[in-house]
């Protein structure tokens, strides 16, 4: 027979292994927990992907974000930002230029100002100052340029030499990739609206398209709309320097402009 001391003293016994292998449990839970946490959660970053260019300024994350400014002979560069994997990688001489976006503004060397944001925007763009591409592969093989505005995928993705465009819309000022009307040289044009742009393979400078597909055949033009659209209102004082009638149906309504012109001398006369 077990006496009472004994059957309390076992109680107590087998208090604490319960307790004990509760604690373990706990214990060996957490481990595998955070061990399982930790494996998913644990960023692929190497001590060369993230780092913060003090010395000049510079901020740079990604892998070979600002690479060339690990070189010696590159000492100009200040003031720039650099995010995401190949971000300026050739930088040297450029000043206050910011990149947001894999390989965005890869080639550039020279130039400040320039502000890229998404993957490959302004990717070769090697020298030019103050443009804005804000989309994937905007201004994409932009080699040289000055004060373009690029908004929307591929906007003016093949404008490699050209100043002062504003092209706002998806494949703005880009045709396709094998066109042969992409805007290559194009200057101080305004094309507003998806796929606007030209449609010679004809330099094209001081346009303006408005609109869905609206394109330039010409420099010095403005179109609004596209061949689709029937009716353009608009408002107040029009003033026409000379009309062109391109549809031979409205040749009534010029001799009877001419004839009321006629009209207007004679009494003028009297």
Same mark, same amino acid.
């Given at each position: 027979?077990?006496? #009472? *001391? &004994? ?6 016994? /087998?208090?604490? +292994?319960? &307790? ?17 946490? $930790? ?22 994350? !990604?892998? *070979? ?12 560069? /200040? ?30 060397? /020279?130039?400040?100002?320039? +502000? ?18 804000? !989309? ?5 093989? #932009?080699?040289?340029?000055?004060? $373009? =505005? ?17 092209? =706002?819309?998806?494949?703005? !000022? ?6 042969? =009307? $992409? ?13 606007? !742009? ?20 010409? #420099? ?9 659209? /029937?009716?353009?209102? &608009? ?31 004679? &009494?003028?006369?009297?």
């Amino acid at each position: 027979m077990i006496n #009472s *001391e &004994l059957w309390s003293f076992l109680k107590i016994e /087998k208090k604490f +292994i319960y &307790l004990l292998l509760i604690n373990n449990f706990l214990f060996i839970s957490f481990i595998f927990i955070y061990l399982k946490f $930790n494996k998913n959660s644990q960023p692929n970053v190497r001590l060369n992907d993230l780092s913060f260019q003090s010395n000049q300024t510079n901020i740079r994350l !990604g892998k *070979e974000a600002l690479f060339s400014l690990d070189e010696e002979y590159c000492t100009e560069g /200040k003031w720039n930002v650099a995010i995401g994997p190949d971000t300026q990688h050739t930088l040297c001489n450029a000043e206050q230029n910011t990149a947001i976006g894999r390989s965005a503004q890869y080639v550039l060397t /020279k130039g400040a100002g320039n +502000i890229a944001i998404g993957a490959a925007s302004q990717r070769n763009l090697k020298e030019g100052s103050y443009n804005i591409g804000l !989309g994937t592969d905007t201004m994409y093989n #932009s080699e040289t340029g000055y004060n $373009n =505005i690029a908004v929307g995928y591929d906007s003016l993705h093949d404008n490699i030499n050209g100043s002062d465009n504003v092209s =706002i819309g998806y494949m703005s !000022g880009y045709d396709d990739v094998k066109s042969k =009307i $992409n805007a290559r040289f194009a200057n101080r044009n305004v094309w507003i609206g998806n796929f606007t !742009g030209k449609s010679i393979v004809e330099n094209i400078n001081d346009s303006i398209a408005i609109g869905y597909r609206a394109k330039n055949d010409k #420099s010095n033009q403005v179109v609004i709309g596209n061949e689709n659209i /029937k009716e353009t209102n &608009l408002y107040g004082v029009v003033s026409v320097e000379r009309l062109i009638f391109r549809d031979q149906s409205n040749l009534d309504l010029l001799n009877e402009i001419k004839e009321i012109r006629e009209k207007i001398n004679k &009494l003028e006369q009297r």
